[in-house]
């Protein structure tokens, strides 16, 4: 009996192993998707659950990280539905880090850029976080969005321009600042 149980153990720590390594991974994931550290925390721990609840259903052969993406997303998606007014107040809410003065510029300047990753919206985000941010392919980050590559190229694009004009709203128009260092 015991024996049983010892390889029964051995094959889950098998099938665990895998996820381990992908683990910073998914909390950088959601942790975009989710302005709050203690929920984006809730969100790789629930996709964690749900992984091993389905990891006979994982196809071998295929990425062992789009697929948790994959399962993290929709977690994230299923939450956002059955709270919409909490989203709401997430969206429209500034960064915990973002409350205080931050004592160094380049803090600040990280503060600013989350408080103008989060004006974007959420789909825009995400493409901009799993192409830019995580250093996925277009092709893999569609995949994980299910959607086309052309519309992933799309979302990726026009979060970058909106992402250029809010910080260039929040600091000047650039194109002034260069033509003073030139004279």
Known sequence: MKSVRRDRDAAVDDARAPLLPLIADLRAYARFLAPQRAEADDLVQEALVRA???????RQGTSMRAWLFVILRNAFYEQARRRR??????????????????????????????VQLF???????????????????????????????????????????QLVHL?????????????????
Do not use: W
């Open 52 to 58: 091993l609840a389905a990891l006979a259903q994982f």
């Open 85 to 114: 007014s909490e989203r709401t107040a997430l969206q429209h809410a500034p960064p915990p880090d973002a409350a205080g003065a931050p004592a160094q510029h380049a803090h600040a300047d990280l503060a600013d850029l989350q």
């Open 119 to 161: 004006a974007l919206p959420p789909l825009l985000r995400e493409a901009l976080v799993l192409v830019g941010a995580q250093g996925m392919s277009y092709e893999e980050a569609a995949e994980i969005c299910n959607v086309p590559v052309g519309t992933m190229k799309a979302r990726v694009s026009r979060a970058r321009m």
């Open 167 to 183: 910080m260039g709203a929040g600091t000047g128009a650039p194109t002034e600042a260069a033509e003073s260092g030139a004279e």
